[in-house]
């Protein structure tokens, strides 16, 4: 199973939810931070990895995902295969130990994020990105990448946001540059 996700930016912080994503049920809403890291080795923003440290209701987890393809660039959506490793309440000894192997944090990310169910296997997240606005993101779970993208295109035209603006960055790249197009 792939998680593969389509994200739309919707607007400064100010502006409300959607209404057709607040018909949805709630499936969780939570505050998170996440830092991210490069290493002074290889790149992992150049090559569009991800390394992470994510706290969410005073628990962590480390995530790394691999790095972005051509193919996920042309479709304008992105399937990782993540790796998470549950450090409970072990962030800080976390983050030192990733200094210590020097990897260097890049940025933090706090964000507001409140997770909708669509059906069984897809979820609309709104996340509203500290001091850059409101985004959604489409995420479908499954084997198959090409059904994955075409029903994550789908549900956008559904909740009527066909109009808004793909983004292809990642938060952590936007919150650096402080605006969702770079």
Avoid: H
């Amino acid at each position: 199973m792939k998680e593969i996700e389509l994200k739309v930016f919707i607007g400064p912080v100010s502006i409300e939810r959607p209404a057709a994503i607040t018909t949805l049920k709630v499936k969780r809403s939570s505050m998170e931070e996440d830092v991210y890291y490069t290493s002074r080795y290889k790149d992992l923003i150049e090559t569009e990895e991800c390394l992470r440290i994510r706290t969410r209701d005073g628990s962590s987890e480390l995530t790394w995902k691999p790095p972005t393809t051509q193919e996920m660039l042309e479709k304008k959506q992105y399937w990782k295969q993540e790796l998470n490793v549950d450090i409970g309440d072990q962030a800080a000894a976390m983050r030192e130990m990733l200094e210590r192997l020097e990897f260097v944090e890049y940025v933090v990310v706090r964000k507001e994020r409140v997770e909708y169910i669509y059906d069984d296997e897809t979820t609309i997240t709104v996340d509203k990105i500290e001091g850059i606005g409101l985004f959604a993101e489409i995420e479908t779970m499954c084997a198959d990448t090409v059904y994955g993208t075409e029903k994550n295109s789908q549900v956008l035209k559904e909740l009527g946001l066909g109009a808004m603006v793909r983004v292809q960055r990642p938060y952590r790249d936007i919150v650096k540059d402080g605006q969702v197009n770079a």
